[in-house]
């Protein structure tokens, strides 16, 4: 069955960057895109980027991210990492990554990670 | 515009019938998915491409679309529908997704 397990919580202080790891399993870790996706407390859910795990693993990432995230992936273990810098307490949040399909001109997340907390705090 | 608005919030009664809507000009050119979240849970596909529900979603949800807007109905809503809905679609690039405001819906 399709799975997708991020890694633990994390605490950080404010200036600092996270790693976050999202491991795949279950179907053909090149086959389908990865997204990320967050959801600050008691907030919306917000679309961060995405990741194609095939060929040179190129990326889209929101605009509003550009020059402070980054996602790679590494296939021999069929994990994606969401690296986001700078942190500000604004990015506390949940992060998800979710499984992306493709088809009749939309996208949609299929499966979703368990999701790995985030917090920012001095 | 690179917004999807929905109502923040609609109530609906045991066994009867709600729809929730989402608006926005990338609905003109992509077709939406939503998303059920329940507190403290990860969000769930329960309808994707306009009007395809996953296996294992009940056939109570189903979703429709016309211009700008898209929308989900719960035919006979039941408790275990009280949650948050979100809409999703590529933006106007079609390289980039985005994500409704989002509807909290009480099951009263």
């Known amino acids: 069955q399709v799975q997708l397990v991020q890694s633990a919580a994390e605490v950080k202080k404010p200036g600092a960057s996270v790693k976050v790891s999202c491991k795949a399993s279950?179907?053909?870790?090149?086959?389908?895109?990865i997204h990320w996706v967050r959801q600050a407390p008691g907030q919306g859910l917000q679309w961060l980027g995405k990741?194609?795990?095939?060929?040179?693993?190129?990326?889209t990432y929101a605009q509003r991210f550009q020059g402070r995230l980054t996602m790679t992936r590494d296939t021999s273990t069929g994990t994606v990492y969401l690296d986001l810098r700078t942190l500000r307490s604004e990015d506390t949040a949940m992060y998800y990554c979710a499984r992306g399909d493709d088809g009749y001109g939309s996208t949609w997340l299929d499966f979703w990670g368990q999701g790995t907390l985030v917090t920012v705090s001095s | 515009s690179s917004e999807l608005t929905q109502d923040p919030a609609v109530s609906v009664a045991l066994g009867q019938t709600v729809r929730i809507t989402c608006q926005g000009d990338?609905?003109?050119?992509?077709?939406a998915s939503w998303y059920q979240q329940k507190p403290g849970q990860t969000p769930v596909l329960v309808v994707y491409a306009k009007d395809n529900r996953p296996s294992g979603i009940p056939g109570r949800f189903s979703g429709s679309s016309s211009g700008d807007t898209a929308s989900l109905t719960i035919t006979g809503a039941q408790a275990e529908d009280d949650a948050d809905y979100y809409c999703s679609s590529r933006d106007s690039s079609g390289d980039h997704s985005l994500f409704g405001t989002g509807t909290t819906v009480t099951v009263l």
């Open positions: 279950g179907y053909t870790f090149y086959t389908y895109f």
């Open positions: 990741i194609n795990p095939s060929g040179a693993g190129s990326t």
């Open positions: 990338s609905l003109r050119s992509s077709s």
